[in-house]
């Protein structure tokens, strides 16, 4: 059995790391409570923007738009949002294993993938896995506004102009709730139709442009790509928020159940050298009468 | 009431503005524009500039919008601005001092000028001070 100043030494350690746990879990919650509101608001505008640019180019017709069809040699460039730090449980590495393991991106070639990286953690996770990293932005991740989100979207929009990648896709997690979170991987260029709309059901009277077709769908698409990655920003904050609370709950929860049985430890071994030390006594008592 | 329509204004970081409508005037890269309820389906690129929203029982109501876009389907009316503000959201003096910084760039024309970029800066403080006053 271990000696008890050991276990003491030990129950102090845990103790301590303990009190880590609870301060960071408490961080988190407050950054939870903010990224929620924020992803929330930010939701609508995610949502409507994606609905909107569908039914727009579902009316359109057959509009042959530079942005709308796939060109080049099929490099495929990904945005992937991560954090730069850990202990956040599943966060990270989910948004990793959903880029190298999952149907989607079953027949990918790393080789012709491109990651964008924000936050540090993807970055590192995808290396490893010989994805190449053309970009990596770890500054964006905190307190990120709308400008960081066009800043990358300009890029990739100026790569995906002049015909060095043809596809554009986000991966991120998707806030469902405080405790489910969502790795989601989405393809933002060329725009996917939803299927009922891509057939041009449903769809009363042929949309209008002002300026011409060619020339909004210049100036909408842009704004449709920045949109996209600013919501999925907002999305992963909030999640990151939440999968670092969670871990940090059940850390602090694991921690006061190894503080309890190395109390008990110590409580037991306390006991028996009690007792050893009162048997020696006795029998040295004996020993001398 | 018969002559409104759905209008919602969205903005990257919040809903804007949500509700009933009769109409809606705002700057596009085209003019200006008016919309009634049924006005035929159109897409148009906002310029930044005054928005007014005339609500169902007339009160009117002024706001800035910067960049963005606007679907129009008859009924409902979508506004997704970059930038949208309420009067009392506008710092006027730094709305001022963006114009004449803007003004002094396109007469002076110095070297490495974005002409493109103080023009949209000029347009942006004129529309902040507009709505204000």
Known sequence: MASMRDIKRRKVSIQSTQQITKAMKLVSTVRLQRAKAKAERSRAYFKCMQKTVASMLSRTGNVNHPYLSSKGDGRKAVVVISSNRGLAGGFNSNVVRLMIKNDQTADWDPASVDIYAIGNKAKDGLARAGFG????????????????AKRISDKLLEKFRAGEISEIYVAYTEFKNTVTHIPTLIRVLPVELPEDEADGAGVS????????EDESL???VPKYVASMIYGALMQSIASENGARMQAMDSATSNAEDMIQSLALQYNRARQSSITQELTEIIAGAEAIS | MDNTFKLQVICPDRVFYEGEASMLELNTIEGEVGIYKHHVPM???????AMTITEGDGTKKDAAVHSGFIEVLGEKVTVLAEVAEWPGEIDVERAERAKERAEKRLEEKPTGTDIARAQTALQRAIARIYVVK
């Open chain 1, 218 to 220: 210049d100036l909408i």
């Open chain 2, 43 to 49: 897409t148009m690129i906002i310029a930044p500039g």
């Open chain 1, 205 to 212: 009277a042929p949309m209008n442009f002002e300026p011409a």
């Open chain 1, 133 to 148: 990293i053309a970009d990596s932005d770890p500054d964006a991740i905190d307190e990120p506004v709308y400008d960081d």
